[in-house]
């Protein structure tokens, strides 16, 4: 995995220049959090990467994902638990530039790569948006997903790493997508808490942070 990464790193820049790929970040840790399960277990049996983007605190975000498992290899990416203030500002990306995200996932490279967009869905549409919204589809989404899964021995065949290449390619759009309002939101809250911080302080400046109420897995 870590040879995988090396090798990602060089050719990520090529379609996705602002996602990262360095052992140091990407690679998830080999042990379990034990403490509120049966299983006590101290390894995962699964080796898992992820690629997020600059700009974002540490698992906050949308990037790409590969797991492999002793069953199953999943290649995809999106945001698979964004926190309710992140959501917020997605769906309202997503309002006003729904053809655009529309013309991300009904491409014919993302079709062919990942099918379609998946995750779970509200029910109904959320607070502050009519059912006869034109993006109605899109902004019952409290997941975006996008990936495929292969079997096992797929990992060792000569046609992974170009796949895993294809499916990061059709995915990245996407990732750079939802990360549009989640990076503005944060460079608004950046700018303005130092501004208050100097009001409250003279001459005090502060790092600002953006609260975090449920960090994303990707």
């Not at 602002?18 to 390894?43: C, G, H, M, N």
């Not at 996008?146 to 021995?153: P, Q, S, V, Y």
């Amino acid at each position: 995995m870590i040879g995988l990464l090396e090798r990602l790193a060089r050719d990520l820049p090529g379609f996705a220049p602002e996602l990262v790929s360095d052992p140091r970040v990407s690679l998830y840790r080999i042990y379990r959090d034990t403490r509120f399960s049966q299983d006590k277990a101290p390894l995962k049996t699964h080796v898992a990467a992820h690629f997020p983007a600059t700009g974002f605190p540490r698992g906050e975000g949308s990037g790409l994902y590969l797991e492999v498992a002793p069953t199953w290899v999943w290649i995809g990416g999106g945001l698979y638990m964004p926190a309710s203030s992140d959501l917020r500002l997605i769906r309202a990306h997503i309002a006003d530039n729904h053809h655009a995200l529309h013309r991300v996932v009904s491409g014919a490279a993302f079709k062919r790569a990942v099918g379609t967009l998946e995750g779970e869905r509200l029910s109904s549409m959320p607070r502050g948006y009519l059912k006869d919204h034109p993006a109605a589809h899109y902004l019952r989404y409290k997941q975006f997903l996008a990936g495929r899964e292969f079997e096992a021995e797929f990992a060792t065949t000569p046609r992974f790493y170009p796949e895993l290449l294809r499916i990061f390619r059709a995915v990245a759009p996407l990732v750079r997508f939802l990360n549009t309002p989640l990076l503005e939101g944060r460079r608004m809250v950046t700018q303005m808490l130092p501004a208050q911080d100097e009001a409250l302080t003279p001459g005090r400046r502060r790092i600002a942070t953006h609260p975090r109420a449920a960090g994303s897995r990707w």
